[in-house]
Structures are given as structure tokens and as C-alpha cells.
């Protein structure tokens, strides 16, 4: 992994943010690409020690800053290797009142910026034979009333990872992780951070006995970008710790 360039969307907190540990403790060269200028820098300094890394404030719903973020990349590290699409907002709002600003907003920055990212990256990543990783949820499968705009964005996730391998390979493999409930207070800047108010009912919730950690979706990113997967591409793995199959009765 060493020598590796990896660009990772929404990488200065939550899931991003332990994505971009792990890819680092793995002497691999990351770029943060995210529109929270507080979060990022608090992340290159926290992370200084760790290896290359760099933040690049994105707005991943404007395609010009994608642009730009590709060639400040390219100028920095000479090459790009794993494109990791992660930047994700939601809207909790009553599909009677969801405005269609709020809808397209939504559906920018979760479908549209990844669909973007590949498009620009994507004569780079084969170069090469590089992976892009999709995050999608478990929201893409199941719904709470008042997720229309992000469960719409994630389901399309999933249908656009599976179209991508097809049109990138065999040079670029793209996958998808579906995370289910994944507890990322402590992964928040310290002006948002908060003890996360779990019960063991919370935990109860899932097969495995608790709710998940950002670190379990980060080892699942690393094996699809560096470790021996090879030979999977337009796949979607489901990462809940069991939640969507455990049967529930109240």
C-alpha cells in the first residue's frame, strides 16, 4: 500500500474520518476532500503524525471544486489510486413538507457527487488499476418515515456502483458498503463532539450485541481498495451488525 493515493469524500469526521486513519496507518497518502474548513484542519492536525495527508475544502455538489480538487491532488501526489465517496447529508423532514431544494440538495451531493467524482477520477484511477468505494446504508434497503430524499440518494448509490463496474472495468473495480446504525459521536470536531446516549436496548437491536463503530467500516474500505479483492467488483456488502436480518415484535 505504500506509495498509494487515496481521496476520501467527507473524510474529516464520522466514518470518513476513520476511513482516513486507517488508510494512513497504512502508509497510504490521503486527501481530504469536505466543505467543513473546522473539521478538516482539526483532522490534518490530529492526524499530522500518522503520514501524508492533506485537506482540500470541497463542495462535492459543485463540479468545478471537483475539478479542482482533482488536479490539486494530481499536483501533490502525482497520481490518484482509490477514490473513496463518503460525504453524505440528510434531511429528517415529512415528505409533505420536503421542499424540492431540500430533495435536489440531498440527491447533489449523496448521488450526483459520487457519479461526478468517478466521472473526473476515473482516467486517473485506471492508470492504475485503482477502486473506488461507494458509501451508501442500510437506508438504501429500509426506511423510517421522513427519509425519502436520503434513502432515494442511497438506493441509487447501490445502482450506480453496480454500473460503474461495468463501465470502468476491467482497469477500475467499484464497490459499495451499506452501513447500518454506526455510532460516530466520538468521530465528530470537538465544537460538535458528545457522549452518544446508547442503551443496551440500542445494542439489543443487533445480532452481534451493539451498535457498530466507524472502525468497522473502515477495515471493510481497506480490504476493497488494497487487500486481496481483486476479483470483487459491483458489489454492495452490508455492514449492520446483523440489524436488518435480526426479527423484531413489539
Known amino acids: 500500500m505504500k506509495d498509494k493515493v487515496a481521496i476520501i469524500t467527507g473524510g474529516s469526521q464520522g466514518i470518513g474520518k476513520a476511513i482516513a486513519r486507517r488508510f494512513l496507518n497504512e502508509e497510504v497518502a490521503v486527501v481530504i476532500a469536505d466543505n467543513d474548513a473546522e473539521a478538516g484542519k482539526e483532522t490534518v492536525a ?29 499536483k501533490a501526489f502525482g497520481g490518484l489510486d482509490v477514490l473513496v465517496n463518503n460525504a453524505a447529508i440528510a434531511r429528517g423532514t415529512p415528505v409533505t413538507e420536503l421542499s424540492l431544494a431540500d430533495w435536489n440538495h440531498v440527491l447533489a451531493v449523496n448521488l450526483t457527487a459520487p457519479f461526478l ?11 492504475h488499476h485503482g477502486a473506488i468505494i461507494n ?18 440518494s442511497k438506493g441509487g448509490l447501490v445502482a450506480l456502483t453496480h454500473a460503474l463496474a461495468s463501465s470502468l472495468g476491467p482497469e477500475i473495480r467499484v464497490n459499495c458498503i451499506s452501513p447500518g446504525w454506526i455510532e460516530t459521536e466520538s468521530w465528530r470536531k470537538k465544537s460538535a463532539r458528545r457522549v452518544p446516549p446508547l442503551s443496551e436496548a440500542d445494542h ?3 445480532l452481534i450485541g451493539r451498535v457498530g463503530r466507524p472502525e468497522d467500516v473502515a477495515s471493510l474500505t481497506s480490504f ?3 487487500g486481496e479483492s481483486g476479483f470483487i467488483t459491483g458489489a454492495n456488502f452490508v455492514v449492520d451488525g446483523g440489524m436488518t436480518r435480526k426479527m423484531t415484535y413489539v
Open 135 to 152: 458509501i451508501a446504508s442500510t437506508r438504501a434497503f429500509m426506511s423510517e418515515p421522513g427519509t425519502e430524499a436520503y434513502s432515494a
Open 224 to 226: 476493497l481498495a488494497f
Open 46 to 74: 490530529e492526524y499530522a503524525e500518522l503520514g501524508e495527508l492533506r485537506f482540500i475544502e470541497t463542495d462535492v455538489a459543485d463540479e468545478p471544486q471537483i475539478k479542482r480538487l482533482v488536479r490539486e491532488t494530481l
Open 204 to 206: 439489543a437491536q443487533h
Open 117 to 127: 467524482c468517478a466521472k473526473h477520477m476515473a482516467p486517473y484511477l485506471k492508470q
